[in-house]
């Protein structure tokens, strides 16, 4: 592998790294853990997505190290076993496990297709995930019962298609958004709106079924009018999340491509890397969101 594939495979890997963050301080998101509280998650908080996070960072450097050494997928998917275990170890959640899963396979699809372009990396993702689903043991796990009872996808759907969420919808809402408004803020609501619209969320289907899942689909909708109208989007995201915390509804799924997506963006230079500090929502952002 040559020095520049592999500086390029860092670089994709820190800004998935960083992605995630970005997802975790985005703020307010529906039944997610953000900077305003921690949404349908009483068993999560920050300091512990935080930490959860740093996992995360260790996972994708032992991923590139793997991929640099020329490893097998066999290893790779032991680095990723690892990682789930050092969750459950160390914070006795599986929180992150989904960002597991969707960025490593990034990571080893983006090494397997030799260059950036778009169409390769998919093909690539799509090849390596057909595989990999096509001789993994059934673990029983909230996901696999979820998509064999739904007749859903979820994310072996997403990874055979080589992310559709995130190429197809997540990435050109916030470029567009983006054009009109000029805020990042605003483009990252757009983002979401968009994600809450087109992913089979298992996690959504395992809390509330197949009447939850159309609920954020409409929010999404009403997301996507509210900021195209530049109508206060942020009180009816504070208002969703009201509604999903007693319905015990959240979208991990849609947050999971959410961190992807913004690690796509940090990667390609599309968004700055002073953006994603802690900032919560402000009365000046909302202030942006409106302009």
């Known amino acids: 592998m040559n020095s520049s594939r592999h500086s390029e495979l860092e670089h994709l890997a820190n800004a998935l790294a960083r992605g995630a963050s970005m997802e975790l301080y985005l703020t307010p998101k529906p039944g997610l853990v953000d900077l305003l509280d921690n949404g349908s998650h009483p068993d999560l908080s920050v300091t512990l997505m935080e930490r959860s996070i740093g996992i995360v960072a260790d996972y994708l450097d032992a991923i590139v190290a793997s991929l640099r050494a020329d490893e097998p997928f066999a290893c790779q998917r032991d680095i990723a076993i690892h990682a789930e275990r050092r969750l459950y170890d160390e914070l006795g959640t ?24 778009e169409a390769a990396v998919r093909q690539s993702l799509s090849t390596i995930s057909r595989s990999f689903f096509d001789t993994a043991a059934k673990t029983g796990s909230n996901g696999e019962k979820v998509r064999r009872n739904y007749h859903t996808g979820g994310i072996v759907g997403e990874a055979i298609g080589g992310y559709p969420s995130l190429f197809d919808a997540a990435l050109p809402a916030f470029r567009d958004a983006f054009a009109r408004h000029g805020c990042v803020t605003t483009a990252s609501f757009a983002m979401m709106a968009r994600l809450m ?80 500090g802690r900032v919560p929502v402000t009365f000046e952002s909302r202030q942006r969101l409106a302009a």
């Open 94 to 117: 599986n929180t992150h496990k989904g960002y597991i899963f969707l960025s490593g396979m990034l990571l080893i699809a983006r090494h397997h297709a030799g260059v950036s372009d």
């Open 197 to 276: 619209q087109t992913v089979d969320d298992t996690t959504t289907l395992h809390r509330a079924g197949r009447d939850g899942l159309n609920r954020v689909r409409e929010d999404g909708r009403r997301l996507e009018c509210l900021i195209a109208d530049r109508g206060d989007a942020v009180t009816f995201l504070e208002e969703c999340n009201d509604r999903y915390k007693e319905l015990n509804l959240t979208i991990g799924g849609v947050a999971d491509m959410l961190g992807v997506a913004f690690g796509c963006l940090l990667a390609r230079g599309e968004i700055s890397d002073e953006v994603t």
